[in-house]
């Protein structure tokens, strides 16, 4: 099992940025593939991003390729999302995910954070 544990939301401006935090415990953090998702109010759960257990390999949702980034440090136990250039619609709850091997729905994944709120102001 992982328990993941997100940090690093906050209230921003457009075209500002923020990084993102997923710390997990339990063991093995390394042989997990980890996603974040986001939610905002009165829409359905979306895939945002994800990485490989290694970080060698990660793929992003069209609207944020090229202004978000993520990345891990499996020593740390940790993936961070460097989200750029900020627009209003980001905002939402995103949450990271946790699973053996990769995928791209909410079903997927096992294991969740509890969230953190992005809130980009225009």
């Known amino acids: 099992q992982v328990q993941l544990v997100e940090s690093g939301g906050g209230l921003v401006q457009a075209g500002g940025s923020l990084r993102l935090s997923c710390a997990a415990s339990g063991r093995s953090f390394s042989s997990y593939v980890i996603a974040w998702f986001r939610q905002a109010p009165g829409k359905e759960r979306e895939f945002v991003a994800t990485i490989s257990w290694g970080g060698g390999s990660t793929d992003y949702v069209d609207s944020v390729k090229g202004r978000f980034t993520i990345s891990r440090d499996n020593a740390k136990s940790t993936v961070y999302l460097q989200m750029n250039s900020l627009k209003p619609e980001d905002t939402a709850v995103y949450y990271c995910?946790?699973?053996?091997?990769?995928?791209?729905?909410?079903?997927?994944?096992?294991?969740w954070g509890q969230g953190t709120q992005v809130t980009v102001s225009s």
């Open positions: 995910a946790a699973d053996r091997r990769s995928g791209y729905s909410v079903s997927h994944y096992d294991y």
